[in-house]
């Protein structure tokens, strides 16, 4: 899918990422402009090194089979409900060589109403993504602004002139600077040599700043992206939570997944990278000490452990101590999942379960608490006939874990499961969990000092004594290698193995993952880890990609 592609490569700066186009404009950094407070703020190189024929350009070519992906983003970003831009005649002539775009607070209220669920966002694309992230939410209650370089200043002054007149909109002035506002309270003006558009307490802001006003630039641990960078982003996730009110799916959904990667951070900062055929995430969150890390290196040992036929594999480091983090990851996760790989996998039974088993009232942290060590999650196999896949936990406790296998059923059968007991060669207790809808029979089992939880029998003897490891595999070693820094992988994704399985059980003709396959068949292995030092997390991600056909 296409239009998909576009919010990949923005890696969480997709309101930035479209403003791209030729030419050069002044190289004024938006962040200098930028006010402290933002809590959220992430920039673009939209003219990066390279020009049409650089990495920068083919990375966002291959993940959107488009011609001109930076241009056709930027459409998205600036038009607005009553016209419809284009880049060459619009756009292009005056915009510059950076941009950036801050939040101070989020209406996720107002988001959810642009965006839709999780399973609309995948379907819609571009379209879908926009309508929650162009200039168009600071006009619906997120407060923040898209900060532009300009490589004709005048040309910009047109351009906003135009679209005041087009809205309606009446002049105000702010310290000596003036600008336009909407009547649906989105501001838009030049400020120094920077169009900026926005809430128009956000403009204000700018103003402020550009006039002497504390800048994101000196905040703690803020770094200018790397030259070659094509987008980075630096937040501080206990103000960014603090700054968002209201509520929808689809940004509780982030928030869970994101809240146990930087549980206890005081900032962090990522920036996007990439090359011939890769794309690249790095980054540092930093926190105040005493947070344990949920991967790191003991993640990667735990991945190591697992299963070598493994083509999608994940370590996660001491989860008794980290259930709470994971439990808000697997459901932030389990959220998307369910309606969209899962819809037609008994979807709705799966959701529910989790519902009620990461729920408080469930008690599952105490239910995990000083037994569960390190886990490993793995999936193998071509097909729903040889799948297999299980979460393997080690147990430092072998009374306690054991024990475990009978509460969870407990608790698996009140959430409406049928939990039945089981036999199965090598373990000390377990039993089957067959839920409404799934096609296939879960087990829980202990044994061998480790508790897991598998799609079938077969899935658990495999993790229970694996014939070969991924720690000894080629890839392994050539995900530690696209790492780099001595980082050990905690995370592995081959794609091609993944398309291959959704088409072989037939989901890939099916929507909402039929709009997904243009983009996963462009997709190689995804492969992720991170090292961790006295209040400091360094992380790193690198994405293979593969040659696609571009298209108008």
Not at 144 to 157: F, K, P, Q, W, Y
Not at 541 to 546: H, K, P, S, Y
């Amino acid at each position: 899918m296409r239009h998909l592609g576009l919010a990949v490569i923005a890696a969480g700066a997709i309101a930035l990422t479209g403003c791209g186009g030729s030419g050069s404009g002044t190289n004024a950094d938006p962040a200098s402009v930028t006010p402290a407070s933002a809590p959220l703020y992430a920039s673009i190189a939209v003219k990066p090194a390279g020009g049409p024929t650089g990495n920068a350009v083919s990375v966002a070519r291959t993940l959107t089979h488009l011609s001109d992906p930076y241009g056709s983003l930027t459409q998205a970003l600036l038009s607005t409900p009553h016209s419809r831009l284009d880049f060459k005649r619009d756009i292009g002539p005056w915009i510059g060589a950076r941009a950036g775009v801050f939040v101070t607070s989020i209406d996720a209220t107002s988001l959810q109403a642009s965006a839709g669920s999780a399973q609309a966002l995948l379907e819609g694309g571009l379209t879908a993504g926009m309508s929650a992230l162009s200039a168009g939410a600071f006009a619906s209650g997120t407060q923040g602004a898209i900060v532009l370089d300009t490589s004709d200043v005048e040309g910009a002054r047109s351009f906003l002139d135009a679209r005041a007149h087009e809205q309606q909109a009446h002049t105000a002035r702010y310290r000596g600077v003036s600008y336009q506002v909407a009547g649906s309270g989105l501001a838009e003006g030049i400020v120094d040599r920077f169009a900026v558009i926005g809430s128009e307490a956000a403009l204000k802001s700018v103003i402020d700043t550009s006039l002497g006003a504390a800048a994101i630039t000196s905040a703690p641990h803020y770094a200018n992206a790397a030259e070659n960078a094509i987008a980075s982003v630096y937040l501080r996730p206990e103000a960014l939570i603090k700054a968002t009110h209201g509520a929808g799916a689809t940004s509780g959904a982030a928030i869970s997944m994101l809240s146990p990667l930087l549980m206890g951070a005081q900032d962090a900062s990522l920036s996007v990278t990439p090359s011939a055929n890769s794309i690249s995430l790095q980054g540092e969150i930093h926190s105040s000490g005493g947070s344990s890390s949920l991967f790191g290196a003991e993640g990667a040992r735990a991945l190591g452990e697992l299963p070598e036929s493994a083509w999608l594999a994940a370590g996660a480091a001491n989860v008794g101590a980290n259930m709470g983090s994971a439990l808000s990851l697997l459901h932030g996760i389990a959220s998307i999942g369910t309606s969209t790989v899962l819809a037609s996998l008994g979807g709705p039974s799966i959701e529910k379960l989790l519902d009620r088993i990461t729920s408080p009232s469930a008690k599952l942290q105490q239910l995990f608490a000083g037994w569960a060590g390190r886990a490993g999650l793995y999936a193998s196999g071509t097909g729903l006939f040889n799948l297999e896949g299980a979460l393997v936990i080690d147990s430092k406790d072998a009374a306690a874990s054991r024990a475990a296998v009978g509460k969870l059923g407990a608790l698996l059968r009140s959430s409406g499961a049928i939990v039945a007991p089981a036999t199965i060669a090598g373990t000390d207790a377990a039993i089957s969990v067959k839920l409404q809808g799934f096609p296939a029979v879960l087990y829980v089992a202990d044994g061998n000092s480790k508790l897991i939880i598998g799609l079938g029998q077969t899935s658990i003897t495999g993790a229970l004594s694996p014939a070969n490891t991924l720690s000894g595999s080629s890839s392994y070693s050539a995900a530690a290698a696209a790492l780099g820094h001595g980082i050990q992988p905690s995370l592995i994704v081959e794609f091609p193995t993944l398309v291959g399985f959704l088409e072989g059980i037939g989901l890939a003709q099916s929507p909402p993952l039929s709009n997904l396959m243009g983009t996963l068949k462009s997709l190689g292995t995804l492969t992720a880890g991170s090292v961790s030092e006295p209040g400091v997390q360094r992380f790193r991600a690198v994405l293979g990609l593969t040659p696609a056909t571009q298209t108008e």
